[in-house]
């Protein structure tokens, strides 16, 4: 070591004995796991997916999927938390329940939902908080998802404040919890209900039964789901059984343990050290996806590639996704599609590159929003337990052959 640099490194360490463990040397990220093959196992209404479990059923949607806006039903990832899941739903009998701090009590059947009530549509992107996880390093806690915890869909129902509004909410009713029709393995364990705060639900929160025009594949909460644009899918509460007013917050496990980033301004903690505060994961922040080229394609040498992906963020919009192709020294716009989906749902973009070098080249994106957010390097990323809402600017490496 020169001198010079013993000198750097004496003072980041007397640096970071200053701070303390609020120092974040230690942690860091690298790329997500993108090796991952699909599983042969066979999964109803679904395509082959890489398979983290299968009970509960734990899949991802592959990269190469991500070139278009829209997601396929039979390719969209899946997320339970409990095995037991109703193995059958009769649509004739089936009803949601309405009820708690409501004037009147309803029992809403799946043709009452689709004839009495306006129906609306909204595309809206469904990201676990955790999709990504695996670029945490040291390993943060949970599902080590690469990048495919994710997918956009158009998703078709009613709106949630024209069921309440019909139900009718007493004056003190605060808080709206969503129960899933799934139960625990354990009795132990609680049912996954999520409680919303009535003042954050807005007129885009939609009971929906139909995604990309069918009903709502069986994995992804048959007969009815709820859809909350620009939020972390934690919240979009599966086959739901029941919702019920309450004024009082109960505090519940998957509302006060998991899910959560420490409430600081980096939203960051180190290993050693849990920040002691946290809040809900909420917003998603910006972020883009390659979906073609992958690690296994073929890129040929002065051939005309067409680079494409996806670009989203909570609904604030996208303003700009820049390509580069040659690991990050120069960059170019990429050509976004025309946004017609709208506010909530994926830009797909695409990029042309002439590969005029043999040999590894590494592609990446990086997507920045209509109020100026954009994804930073993914060794710029700060550290969480949880390993919640990795934005890293997207990489591929690629051979040139
Ligand atoms: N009933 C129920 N709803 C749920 C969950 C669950 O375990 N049970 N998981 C949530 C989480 S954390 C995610 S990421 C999404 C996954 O939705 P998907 O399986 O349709 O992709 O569902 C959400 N809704
Ligand atoms: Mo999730």
């Not at 945490?136 to 495919?148: D, H, L, R």
Request: charged share 25%; aromatic share 10%; hydrophobic share 35%.
């Amino acid at each position: 070591m020169e001198r010079r640099d013993f000198f750097k490194k004496t003072a980041a360490i007397a640096g970071a004995t200053a701070l303390g463990s609020s120092t974040l040397e230690a942690a860091t990220t690298q790329q997500p796991i993108d090796n991952r093959k699909v599983s042969p196992v066979a999964f109803p209404e679904k395509r082959p997916l890489i398979m983290y479990s299968d009970r509960p059923p734990l899949l991802e949607t592959p990269r190469d999927v991500f070139t278009s806006a829209l997601t396929p039903n039979d390719q969209f990832f899946v997320r339970w938390h409990m095995p037991d899941i109703p193995t059958h739903i009769d649509p004739e009998t089936f009803t949601i329940s309405v009820n708690g701090l409501v004037k009147k009590e309803l029992n809403i059947s799946l043709n009452d939902l689709k004839t009495k009530f306006e129906q609306v549509e909204v595309t809206a992107v469904l990201q676990c908080g955790g999709n990504s996880r695996s670029a945490f390093k040291p390993i943060a806690g949970g599902i080590q998802w690469g990048s495919g915890a994710m997918g956009c869909a158009t998703w078709k129902g009613v709106r949630l404040k024209d069921i309440l509004d019909q139900a009718g909410l007493q004056k003190d009713a605060v808080w709206i919890g969503f129960n899933g029709s799934e139960k625990a393995a354990y009795y132990e364990t609680p049912n996954f209900i999520r409680e919303l705060e009535l003042s954050e639900l807005d007129d885009h929160v939609i009971l929906a039964y139909q995604m990309n025009g069918e009903d709502l594949p069986y994995l992804n909460g048959y007969p009815l789901r709820l859809v909350i644009p620009g939020y972390y899918s934690d919240s979009w509460v599966k086959m739901l059984s029941n919702i019920t007013v309450t004024n009082k917050y109960k505090k519940l496990f998957f509302m006060d343990v998991a899910y959560r980033v420490p409430d600081n301004e980096t939203e960051s903690e180190t290993p050693e050290k849990k920040f002691p505060k946290t809040k809900p994961i909420k917003k998603m922040n910006v972020k883009s996806v390659i979906g073609y080229p992958t690690r296994d394609s073929v890129v040929s040498h002065k051939s005309h590639v067409v680079i494409r992906g996806v670009a989203w963020d909570d609904g604030h919009g996208i303003q700009d996704v820049m390509v580069s192709t040659d690991g990050g020294k120069t960059w170019g716009k990429a050509l976004l599609d025309d946004g017609k989906l709208g506010r909530y749902a994926y830009r797909a973009f695409r990029f042309a590159f002439k590969p005029n070098e043999l040999g590894k080249t590494t592609i990446m994106t990086k997507a920045i929003s209509k109020i100026g957010e954009e994804q930073p390097l993914s060794k710029d990323i700060k550290w969480n337990h949880g390993g919640y809402k990795y934005n890293g600017i997207d990489e591929v490496t690629v051979e040139v052959v």
